[in-house]
């Protein structure tokens, strides 16, 4: 089955610097790749997703880029904001059965 | 972003006693819902993949016969822990898809406690 790996476990940055999280999946077949932001005591919410036909997607202060080839896609958090402290996992899914699975999460705290 | 809702957001229950988790997608119709299960400080692991009208494919090592899912309408599908233990306390969550989209959006979340 698909393995996800996501670095770094902890992320500490100054307020109004950018963040960036990484991962690498292992099935080349899977072709959908969202990012969730999981405060504590909720469900996670979708922030971004990319598709394999697509290399980068901006959405205002976030972006993820995707390298099929290497099989690794990246979250860009640029003037990061105290609100954006949270937990973000990422995932990946081959449209077949459309089946999450998970990085380990990557707990993101923004120092004012 | 589609809303999906979960009921109860929290339950505490006695050891060997049964709880019924709801999960509800309020604005579109979902043909497919996953239930996921999530330790502290630990990533989602999904437990089963439900669709509407049909029986619910379970992840490997997780028992059918313990945590019981329905799907009976394109907008809930319900999990049930049956003879719930200790270690099955746990935040349960569950997300949902339309058809024709690969996007799936979470509930909130259920924190189940077993004593």
């Known amino acids: 089955g698909e393995n996800v790996e996501q670095h770094p476990s902890t992320l500490s940055v100054q307020e109004g610097d950018s963040a960036v999280i990484k991962c690498t999946y292992s099935?080349?077949?899977?072709?959908?790749f969202p990012w969730y932001k999981q405060e504590l005591g909720k469900g996670p919410q979708l922030i971004i997703d990319?598709?394999?036909?697509?290399g980068e997607k901006k959405d205002q202060r976030i972006a993820v880029t995707l390298n099929k080839t290497a099989k690794h896609f990246s979250l860009h958090i640029t003037e990061t904001q105290p609100e954006d402290s949270a937990v973000y996992f990422c995932?990946?899914?081959?449209?077949?059965?459309?089946?999450?699975?998970f990085g380990a999460g990557t707990t993101v705290t923004v120092r004012a | 972003g589609a809303v999906v809702s979960q009921h109860p957001s929290r339950v505490i229950c006695k050891s060997g006693t049964s709880v019924k988790i709801e999960c509800r997608s309020l604005?579109?119709?979902?043909?497919?819902m996953f239930w996921y299960r999530q330790f502290p400080k630990q990533s989602l692991m999904l437990m089963a993949t439900?669709?509407?009208?049909?029986?619910?494919?379970?992840e490997q090592g997780v028992e059918k016969d313990k945590f019981l899912i329905n799907h009976a309408s394109l907008t809930l599908s319900t999990l049930t822990v049956t003879s719930a233990h200790p270690e099955d306390s746990s935040f349960y969550i569950c997300?949902?898809?339309?058809?024709?989209?690969?996007?799936?959006?979470f509930g909130p979340g259920t924190r189940l406690t077993v004593l």
């Open positions: 995932a990946a899914s081959f449209s077949n059965d459309y089946k999450l699975s």
């Open positions: 439900s669709n509407e009208g049909s029986k619910a494919t379970y």
């Open positions: 604005d579109f119709q979902a043909t497919t």
């Open positions: 990319i598709r394999s036909n697509v």
């Open positions: 099935d080349s077949a899977s072709n959908y």
């Open positions: 997300s949902a898809k339309g058809g024709g989209t690969d996007t799936q959006y």
